[in-house]
């Protein structure tokens, strides 16, 4: 077992006790490494799973959905109990458990108090290797995810990102709809789903991290017991390499709200690109920073024009996105649009200044402990790092990366990954004076 | 299961609030250090070492139910404008300064409060505290600075409310049901208010209701409660201030006369049903029954295994889900909420046909538990539950100070927080019926209806 002690390091003036998270990494007989972080001082045990490669990008063609499917269907029923029999143990012993699917992952959660831990850790392990997919559960989670697809198609920044999407990503896995759709999830079946789960719920593409009241050999113990039964391999298809490309322009989608719901963006960079934390500091100035953003200041601050207003940089594992969105009244939406296009060209063209580089790598390095605020917050950080291929010590070494951006990086990453010219904007509402100008995606 | 993203409670829409707030939770396990500054601003200590950040929250006995006749919204829009400059500090120069020092901070207002907080490195309370203690009295609003923060509002009404049938109809359910208590007016405010707050509208808010004695201060985390408690001292301490006045609202009227909303609105693809009955709060009517209350609507709608989800999702298979709420921790009436999702229709006739069907299935399973009351074992199943959540709050700072916060603004004590799971555990099945009994009344009740309108083409 090797035993690294990490400091959470805040690179601020002043003094900060250098408080330290301890990452163990433990090997699970028959599973693979574990990163765990042991803490006693609450009678409660989280964990987070997540499987490489068993996303919604895996969902076979014309059966969008099914990897959310499966997601849905993980406790209604495993081994010789059906779902009734399953979520009434959970519900006895007060277990939180929860599954989910991304575009590149599969996620499973859990939350126990220490006293249940055993069968806890049973039942998440019975979940993953003997789920039932029951025909009368089936049904049930399929109502539920066209309930899902109803709510989403009122919901207009639901509607936006999905049209985003499908511009962005044509031809692509990523460009369907997480959820799929009424067509898609009528002609999900049940071998569908097994399948689903049997090759891609396997030991080689778990990453998992432990938080809690439990001791490395007990949480061996209770890993081996989770997940040793998984299959070795997983057989996912392979998902192409692709670069976002929407086409540069306007989308609007016609709906009769009195607030047009914008989402916009073009190509991005990945996690594992040299300019990453460029890219962070870069953005936190234009769109990233909460009230301290440029874009903040002008659409918000100074004209009242919306709400909400924000840039992302969002990377996944084969393609890296930029992506924003905003809320402004129909009849101001182009004004806003306009703001942020000039504001995006005035950063690309004209670049940041100290300040705002200065304010960017406070707030990026300082608030980083933050992130490690509750088991939760702790379990699915981890996990996110062993995803994204760290090792534990990146904990420590994370903020020197930041304060290792200059402002001739940050000036550089924006004049590279800014380009107005290409943004695509998806307009959901009924906007006074915005038109498509290009056609939208099926 | 599959879970809803969001899962809807019509009733409480807190504003700018990242968390919803647990029960009144907290605990037995919990070390709270408590002290009264000699201006009267209650402060709250909740230690916590496992990480070295701090959570740091100042709540105020505000909320819009506190609002004059007429101003609605006028609470929810003076918390904006705290983030305006003061005495000491330039505009934007309060949020620049939190952003420098590594912290996330926002605000939220409900009902009955307006919270402000930040989440930080342990070692910047000192500032945070310097920094709250400087709003609460020093604020140096002008005239100019409320024009587009305004904007700004309506926005946000129209983002949360005006582009959400879902949450239209919960506004006109809530008007119905209060009517007379200003429960009943949206947190937001009704768009045609707001548009003409005024500047001496928020000032006077500031002025009544931004005073030590009004205010209590919750600190969570990495910190030791003398050195919290000096620092204290010296930064709010310093404030001066008018007394508390007593929170004044409107009666509510006896309830007589069960009430419905229907509402056709072509943006809808996913139909709803809510009902939603007056009932007593942990601190107001016939509190006696809110533990069982909280009881019953875990046992009636928390979850898979709970009797709605049993009968509609799995039994009759008219919804894809339902569910049961109950809001409790308020100053005045709460409210106890059922809700059913039956499966997406585009037809307006059919989806009558379905909420009537799912409405009577929500019906017939609360007719049995009136009648025959509720099993040992699911009793029990139940109060484990809010047990372990209580015990689930403890990690996260930021949803035990809600916890405390949230409870004390409701005119609770921390003697009331603190004895919770006490109480939750002494509840009985006879409780529990005599609740039921109590609150499931019609007449006490508004039932909402959200259907697509018929000329709805498909899209």
Redo the contacts between chains.
């Keep these: 077992m090797k035993r690294l002690i990490l400091a959470?390091i805040?690179l601020?003036a002043?003094?900060?006790?250098a408080?330290a998270?301890d990452i163990q990494t433990i090997d699970v007989p028959g599973v693979g490494t574990a990163w765990l972080v042991e803490?006693h001082?609450?009678?409660?045990i989280?964990i987070q799973a997540a499987f490489r490669d068993a996303g919604t990008a895996q969902d076979p063609q014309a059966k969008e959905g099914t990897a959310?499917f499966v997601?849905?269907l993980l406790?209604?029923g495993a081994g010789d109990m059906d779902?009734?029999a399953f979520?009434?143990r959970l519900?006895?012993?007060?277990i939180?458990m929860?599954f989910?699917a991304e575009r590149d992952e599969s996620f499973a959660f859990m939350?126990t108090?220490t006293e249940n831990r055993n069968e806890a850790f049973r039942l998440l392990g019975l979940a993953l290797t003997r789920p039932r997919f029951d025909a009368?559960a089936i049904e049930?989670?399929r109502?539920?995810?066209?309930?899902?697809?109803?709510?989403a198609?009122?919901?207009?920044s639901a509607v936006a990102a999905k049209r985003w999407y499908a511009a962005a990503f044509a031809g692509h896995p990523y460009a369907r709809p997480k959820e799929g759709d009424a067509a898609s999830l009528k002609a999900i079946t049940r071998d569908d789903l097994s399948a689903f789960a049997a090759s891609h719920f396997a030991r080689g593409s778990l990453v998992i991290a432990i938080v809690g009241d439990v001791t490395p050999e007990e949480a061996k113990a209770l890993m081996a017991g989770a997940f040793g039964a998984l299959p070795e391999k997983a057989t996912p298809t392979p998902v192409a390499e692709v670069k976002a490309s929407p086409p540069a322009g306007i989308e609007v989608v016609a709906?009769?709200?009195?607030?047009s719901?914008i989402v916009f963006g073009h190509a991005g960079i990945k996690r594992d690109d040299p300019d990453w934390y460029a890219a962070l500091v870069m953005n936190y100035t234009l769109g990233g920073?909460?009230?301290?953003s440029r874009l903040v200041?002008e659409v918000?601050?100074?004209?009242?024009?919306?709400?909400?207003v924000y840039t992302i940089f969002a990377p996944f594992d084969h393609a890296g996105i930029m992506l924003g969105s905003v809320?402004?009244?129909n009849e101001r939406a182009a004004e806003s649009m306009a703001i942020i296009g000039t504001e995006i060209t005035k950063l690309r063209d004209q670049g940041a200044t100290e300040a705002e580089l200065?304010?960017a790598k406070?707030?990026l390095?300082?608030?980083?402990?933050?992130s490690?605020?509750?088991?939760?917050k702790i379990a699915g950080e981890l996990v996110a790092l062993q995803l994204d291929g760290f090792a534990p010590d990146f904990v420590a070494k994370r903020n020197a990366y930041i304060e290792a951006v200059t402002l001739a990086d940050v000036n550089r990453v924006a004049k590279r990954l800014l380009a107005p010219e290409n943004l695509h904007w998806v307009v959901v509402g009924a906007p006074d004076g915005v038109t498509s100008t290009v056609p939208a995606k099926k | 299961m599959l879970v809803f993203k969001a899962v809807k409670v019509w009733a409480a829409i807190i504003l700018l609030a990242c968390l919803a707030g647990a029960s009144p939770a907290a605990a037995a396990g919990v070390e709270v250090k408590t002290y009264t500054l000699k201006n009267g601003v209650e402060l709250l200590v909740l230690p916590d070492h496992r990480a070295p950040v701090v959570t740091h929250m100042v709540w105020y006995r505000v909320g819009s139910a506190d609002e004059p006749e007429g101003l609605s919204g006028v609470a929810h829009f003076f918390e904006h404008l705290m983030f305006k400059r003061t005495k000491r500090l330039k505009d934007g120069e309060f949020s620049k300064i939190v952003a420098e020092n590594g912290g996330q901070h926002n605000a939220f207002t409900s009902y009955d409060q307006t919270a402000y907080y930040q989440s930080i490195a342990a070692d910047r309370l000192p500032l945070m505290m310097k920094l709250e203690a400087d709003r609460m009295v020093n604020l140096n609003l002008k005239p100019k600075d409320i024009a587009t923060e305004r904007d700004v509002i309506i926005e946000e009404r129209r983002m949360r409310v005006e582009n959400n049938p879902s949450a239209l109809i919960g506004e006109q359910m809530m008007a119905m049901l209060f009517m007379a208590h200003p429960y009943g007016t949206p947190v937001i405010g009704w768009k045609s208010e707001m548009e003409a707050l005024s500047y001496d509208a928020v000032m006077d808010v500031y002025r009544q209701f931004y005073s030590p004695a009004n205010a209590i201060v919750i600190i969570a985390g990495d910190v030791e409660p003398d050195a919290v408690r000096q620092l204290a001292e010296k930064t709010y301490g310093r404030n001066r201030g008018p007394k508390a006045e007593p929170r004044q609202r409107r009666a509510e009227p006896p309830a007589l006369a069960a009430r419905r909303v229907v509402m056709e609105d072509s943006r809808v693809r996913q139909p709803e049903w809510e009902r939603v009955y007056l009932a007593p709060s942990y601190r107001a009517g016939e509190s006696k029954h809110a533990p069982a209350l909280s009881v019953l609507a875990q046992l009636l709608g928390g979850g898979p295994t709970s009797r709605l989800y049993r009968r509609l999702v799995v039994d009759d298979q008219t919804a894809a889900d339902a569910g049961a709420y109950y809001s409790g921790t308020m100053y005045d009436l709460g409210q106890f909420g059922v809700y059913a999702m039956p499966a997406p229709d585009s037809d307006p006739a059919r989806v009558r046909q379905s909420l009537a069907a799912a409405e009577a299935s929500v019906d017939a399973a609360l007719a049995e538990l009136l009648q025959n009351g509720v099993e040992a074992a699911e009793l029990e199943r139940a109060k484990r539950r809010l047990r372990a959540d209580e015990i689930y709050a403890r990690d996260n700072l930021m949803t035990l100070a809600q916890a405390f916060g949230r409870a004390l603004t409701a005119g609770l004590t921390i003697e009331d927080v603190l004895g919770w799971p006490d109480r939750i555990m002494a509840v009985t099945a006879e409780d529990v019926r005599a609740a039921a009994q109590a609150v499931l009344r019609p007449e006490g009740s508004v039932t909402g209806l959200l259907l697509p309108k018929a000329e709805a083409t498909k899209p």
Excluded: C, H, M, W
Excluded at chain 1, 41 to 44: D, G, N, T, V, Y
Excluded at chain 1, 365 to 370: D, E, I, K, Q
């Design positions: 959470l805040v601020l002043g003094v900060l006790p408080r998270i803490n001082s609450l009678p409660i989280a959310t997601a849905g406790n209604e779902a009734a979520q009434q519900e006895e012993l007060a939180e929860s989910s939350r108090l009368d049930r989670v109502k539920q995810l066209f309930a899902a697809v109803a709510q198609e009122q919901t207009p709906r009769p709200i009195p607030q719901t920073g909460g009230f301290s200041n918000r601050e100074k004209r009242g024009l919306a709400y909400y809320g402004t009244q200065a304010l406070k707030y390095t300082g608030s980083y402990p933050l490690f605020a509750s088991s939760g």
